[in-house]
């Protein structure tokens, strides 16, 4: 969710033909300071944009100045970039419709076997969602990015793939290395979770830095930046996108990160409402 910075918000302001003095200025960037901050805490997560909203001005409107202009031109701003740019209540992540994310809700949920592994997944959420969710909102991060979690390992901090990947989050040893896990004959900190997940988070911080993107930087946690940036300036002439830039540059990705966002969507659909897709507690497969 994005909330206009202040200078943004006075210059839509001032373009909207309010004037706003030096101390009335003050007062709107304490508001958006105040907004912002609101719009970064737990209680977003369950409630809808517009409740949000009118909680959010009024707490902070009761604490800025009574000496402010008519607040409506400050709510017309703040509503209008943040319901332009806001995800779907419950979600922090965009929840971009795609045939391949509905393919894989319908994998996930209808094929026996697929559904039972699923069920494992969920069974294991709670033990590690504590933790995860602690370090995403220390770090700013989407709480939503504990899915990619849940589609690379399960939530098995002992897994191993094929290619030699390990860990909660699958780093292989090199990256895994290069965020700071030692990885050697006697030690494997990749299958240490919170060790594990500080590592993950600073990748994927970089890599959202680098491509301006949570999709694409998932993209890139899959397959490697470098693939990732070379196509972006192949189709889009530049290394930073949007989500949407995902879908743009999907048939030149491998057929695996082509499925790797879309997989990631869908486990958030269900595990938003699992209910929703026929799960229960009798679906867990044994470990």
Same mark, same amino acid.
């Not at 590592?199 to 491509?211: E, I, T």
């Not at 990732?228 to 491998?254: C, F, N, W």
């Given at each position: 969710?994005?909330?206009?910075?202040?200078?943004?918000?006075?210059?839509? /302001?001032?373009?909207?033909?309010? /004037?706003?003095?030096?101390? %009335?200025?003050?007062?709107?960037?304490?508001?958006?300071?105040?907004?912002? &901050?609101?719009?970064?805490?737990?209680?977003?997560?369950?409630?809808?944009?517009?409740?949000?909203?009118?909680?959010?001005?009024?707490?902070?409107?009761?604490?800025?100045?009574?000496?402010?202009?008519?607040?409506?031109?400050?709510?017309?701003?703040?509503?209008?970039?943040?319901?332009?740019?806001?995800?779907?209540?419950?979600?922090?992540?965009? *929840?971009?419709?795609?045939?391949?994310?509905?393919?894989?809700?319908?994998?996930?949920?209808?094929?026996?076997?697929?559904?039972?592994?699923?069920?494992? %997944?969920?069974?294991?959420?709670? &033990?590690?969602?504590?933790?995860?969710?602690?370090?995403?909102?220390?770090?700013?991060?989407?709480?939503?990015?504990?899915?990619?979690?849940?589609?690379?390992?399960?939530? *098995?901090?002992?897994? &191993?793939?094929?290619?030699? =990947?390990?860990?909660? %989050?699958?780093?292989?040893?090199?990256?895994?290395?290069?965020?700071?896990?030692?990885? *050697?004959?006697?030690?494997?900190?990749?299958?240490?979770?919170? &060790?594990?997940?500080?590592?993950?988070?600073?990748?994927?911080?970089?890599?959202?830095?680098?491509?301006?993107?949570?999709?694409?930087?998932?993209?890139?946690?899959?397959?490697?930046?470098?693939?990732?940036?070379?196509?972006?300036?192949?189709?889009?002439?530049?290394?930073?996108?949007?989500?949407?830039?995902?879908?743009?540059?999907?048939?030149?990705?491998?057929?695996?990160?082509?499925?790797?966002?879309?997989?990631?969507?869908?486990? =958030?659909?269900?595990?938003?409402?699992?209910?929703?897709?026929?799960?229960?507690?009798?679906?867990?497969?044994?470990?």
């Amino acid at each position: 969710m994005t909330v206009p910075s202040r200078r943004s918000l006075c210059a839509h /302001l001032s373009g909207a033909g309010v /004037l706003l003095r030096p101390k %009335w200025r003050f007062h709107a960037e304490v508001f958006v300071d105040r907004i912002k &901050k609101f719009f970064k805490s737990r209680l977003t997560r369950s409630i809808g944009l517009a409740s949000a909203l009118m909680l959010g001005a009024v707490y902070t409107v009761q604490r800025v100045s009574p000496d402010l202009p008519s607040i409506s031109a400050v709510d017309a701003v703040l509503i209008r970039d943040v319901a332009q740019s806001a995800p779907p209540a419950g979600w922090d992540l965009p *929840n971009l419709d795609n045939p391949r994310v509905d393919s894989w809700v319908t994998l996930f949920s209808t094929n026996s076997k697929v559904k039972s592994r699923f069920a494992l %997944w969920l069974d294991r959420k709670p &033990k590690y969602e504590p933790m995860i969710s602690a370090k995403l909102e220390k770090r700013d991060m989407p709480q939503d990015l504990i899915y990619l979690a849940m589609i690379e390992s399960g939530f *098995n901090p002992t897994a &191993k793939s094929p290619a030699k =990947a390990g860990g909660l %989050w699958q780093f292989i040893s090199e990256t895994g290395k290069r965020y700071g896990l030692t990885v *050697n004959k006697k030690i494997d900190e990749r299958n240490h979770p919170e &060790k594990a997940t500080d590592a993950a988070l600073s990748y994927l911080s970089d890599l959202h830095d680098r491509f301006g993107s949570w999709y694409l930087a998932a993209a890139a946690y899959n397959t490697g930046e470098n693939r990732v940036a070379r196509i972006m300036r192949q189709v889009t002439g530049s290394e930073k996108g949007s989500d949407k830039d995902y879908y743009r540059i999907s048939k030149l990705l491998p057929k695996e990160t082509q499925d790797y966002v879309p997989m990631m969507i869908a486990a =958030a659909r269900i595990s938003k409402d699992p209910a929703r897709y026929g799960f229960d507690d009798n679906d867990a497969a044994s470990e």
